[in-house]
């Protein structure tokens, strides 16, 4: 009875003792949504995990290698408490990474069996073209070989050497295609392994759950080598229509990890950003004070953590934001690979209001430029970036929205119309050049004339200018500027008008520079023109 009773105890131990172990359960958690910042991302996570009574560990493996270690959060759904949490690095096989090696590696392995039955068909013929040549001795007079044997003995090595021969090319030709494509994919392969990361990150959580039960962990952290940036499509079909402004956004994801059919947040806000408080300075105003407003911020975090970047980067750009962070949640689910190539996707259409005019500077150049005056784009979040420009289904050209330099008013230039005529040519009967004791004197007579062939009014800004002297000794009269508007300061003219269809407008500058007759000054325009040389 004892040793039964001892032997339950036993049991009971050992059940107990087993009951008690903590369960270890690896796992890999698939990315639901991504949120891009200007410079990095948060990813989420969720998996719901099977919890035994006791301690348990969870390892969450597969993350990408430029994790932010301060960033992880994690939140059980579910009554458990979190004893600790922790991060390691282990190396996985390229294979593992990318299943494009895998089959790459499964190419190779297929292309080298082939080249050994190839190569093992080529010794066979050469060892049977050797022993043919070495049994070729057909006997003397003494031998009793008749013609006839002879004869036939010549046709078989005649023929037999002949598809020896035969054969031998083809597969020598076998031999260099399978040798080539061999050498292009192991290239390929090799390639391709230098591109990848086989680092991966791992965090490991220690929970303590009071009961069995299901629960599902939701898991948050920043990574790095993550971004995006604003591009932008500007159409006008027409000078009397609105502008179509197309909001679109290049996505990177250099995180080691693709991001398969996940939601899609694009954010300004600066994710390097800490929790500590904020301090205020003295808010000193000069002309090189920058617009801090005496705020000091904590930038430790952005020094110490936030500075780790993917080796080979070219460094940072800085660009301009609002003050107030501005997010778009994408409604379509996308799938981003982990490369070095951008991801374009659409963020919003915008029709905006313009006011079209023309401006032409003809002493620059004699074109006339249409401009879109657009309002009513600060309330769309742009931020600085790149825009395709279209008029009237032509591609015009790449401009910059550069947001800090906008007013209340974006102005774009839509490209020279050749439907406005604009020349400027100079009126030599009217220039004279006259020496008048120690003093010389030159006068300069232009003629500007616009003429709209188009079928509408335009209304038109023509500029032009007066030189402004900056020695004492150099005089500058102006004799005529048909009734422009003088920047005195710059010497700048200004008309503005709106011209018929059909009509012509003229207008004339003159003016009279007198300096020293003992110095040389430069008035005329020039242009260098390259030619060839013949010896």
Request: glycine share 4%; no cysteine; hydrophobic share 35%.
């Amino acid at each position: 009875m004892k040793k039964i009773v001892f032997l339950l105890f036993l049991l009971s131990t050992y059940y107990l003792t087993q009951a008690q172990q903590p369960q270890s359960i690896q796992t890999e958690s698939r990315i639901e949504e991504v949120t891009v910042y200007l410079d990095g991302a948060e990813i989420k996570n969720s998996q719901a995990i099977r919890l035994i009574k006791g301690k348990n560990t969870i390892n969450f493996k597969g993350l990408s290698p430029f994790l932010e270690e301060r960033s992880i959060q994690i939140t059980p759904k579910g009554e458990v408490e979190i004893l600790s949490i922790s991060t390691g690095t282990r190396t996985i096989t390229p294979e593992e990474v990318d299943l494009r090696i895998k089959r790459q590696t499964d190419s190779i392995k297929i292309l080298q069996q082939q080249i050994e039955l190839v190569t093992n068909q080529i010794d066979a013929y050469n060892t049977e073209k050797k022993l043919l040549s070495e049994n070729q001795k057909l006997g003397g007079k003494e031998s009793g070989t008749t013609i006839t044997e002879l004869m036939k003995a010549a046709d078989f090595y005649r023929d037999r050497t002949l598809k020896i021969n035969n054969s031998l090319t083809t597969l020598n030709i076998q031999l260099k295609s399978l040798s080539v494509s061999l050498d292009s994919v192991s290239k390929q392969s090799e390639h391709l392994k230098t591109q990848i990361d086989t680092r991966r990150k791992e965090i490991n959580l220690v929970v303590s759950s009071a009961t069995e039960q299901r629960v599902e962990f939701e898991i948050r952290y920043i990574v790095h080598n993550a971004s995006w940036e604003a591009t932008y499509d500007l159409i006008a079909t027409d000078i009397s229509k609105p502008v179509s402004l197309k909001y679109n956004a290049r996505i990177y994801n250099g995180t080691g990890i693709d991001w398969k059919d996940v939601k899609l947040t694009l954010s300004t806000a600066d994710p390097s950003l800490e929790a500590s408080r904020p301090y205020l300075s003295t808010w000193i105003l000069n002309y090189n004070s920058g617009a801090n407003e005496g705020l000091v911020q904590n930038q430790l975090f952005n020094q110490q953590n936030w500075s780790a970047k993917e080796e080979g980067s070219s460094g940072d750009e800085g660009i301009t934001v609002s003050e107030l962070a501005a997010t778009f949640k994408i409604d379509k689910i996308h799938t981003i690979p982990t490369n070095k190539d951008s991801y374009q996707i659409h963020i919003s259409d915008h029709n905006l209001n313009a006011l079209y005019e023309y401006l032409t500077i003809p002493k620059v150049d004699m074109s006339a430029f249409l401009l879109a005056k657009v309002t009513g784009w600060k309330q769309l979040n742009l931020i600085d970036g790149k825009a395709n420009v279209y008029f009237g289904n032509t591609y015009i050209g790449e401009s910059n929205i550069n947001t800090q330099l906008l007013g209340d008013t974006l102005d774009l230039s839509l490209g020279r119309d050749n439907q406005v005529i604009v020349k400027r040519t100079k009126v030599e009967d009217f220039a004279a050049n006259k020496s008048i004791g120690g003093k010389k004197s030159e006068a300069l007579v232009y003629e500007i004339s616009i003429r709209n062939n188009r079928p509408t009014p335009v209304q038109i800004k023509i500029q032009d200018q007066v030189p402004i002297s900056q020695e004492s000794d150099i005089s500058v009269e102006t004799d005529e500027i048909s009734g422009a508007e003088l920047d005195t300061p710059s010497g700048r003219l200004q008309w503005k008008r709106q011209i018929s269809p059909g009509e012509i407008v003229k207008y004339k500058i003159a003016f009279t520079v007198k300096y020293p007759k003992n110095k040389t000054l430069s008035l005329r325009k020039s242009r260098v023109v390259r030619t060839p040389r013949f010896k």
